[in-house]
């Protein structure tokens, strides 16, 4: 059974810290990329960042600067240290996996929320 299993979320103030989790389970892990987005009331969802298979960094420009992706394999779990929060970075932020022309699977999703 596939499962995609986001945590870390909450409730934090403006220029605070959260360290975003993902545990997969179901598929190779280590065969995946993975990345985050996140998806604010109204809008649409957005990548965020994402880490390939092979350890490769990528951000998009949306929080650029103050999140960092990570991986262990050994724990099939994927990080998203999510530095210097503002009120604009609300949103539920998703995980997803994805094997290029195997599968494509998105998490439920953590909410965070940033307010004083």
């Known amino acids: 059974q596939v499962q995609v299993v986001e945590s870390g979320g909450g409730l934090v103030q403006p220029g605070g810290s959260l360290r975003l989790s993902c545990v997969a389970s179901?598929?190779?892990?280590?065969?995946?990329?993975m990345s985050w987005y996140r998806q604010a009331p109204g809008k649409e969802r957005e990548l965020v960042a994402a880490?390939?298979?092979?350890?490769?960094?990528g951000y998009r420009d949306v929080m650029k600067g103050r999140v960092i992706i990570s991986r262990d394999n050994a724990k099939n779990t994927v990080y998203l240290q999510v530095n210097s929060l503002k009120p604009e970075d609300t949103a539920v932020y998703y995980c997803?996996?994805?094997?290029?022309?195997?599968?494509?699977?998105w998490g439920q999703g953590t909410q965070v929320t940033v307010s004083s």
């Open positions: 997803r996996a994805v094997q290029a022309g195997v599968y494509d699977y």
């Open positions: 179901g598929f190779t892990f280590s065969r995946s990329a």
């Open positions: 880490i390939g298979s092979a350890g490769n960094i």
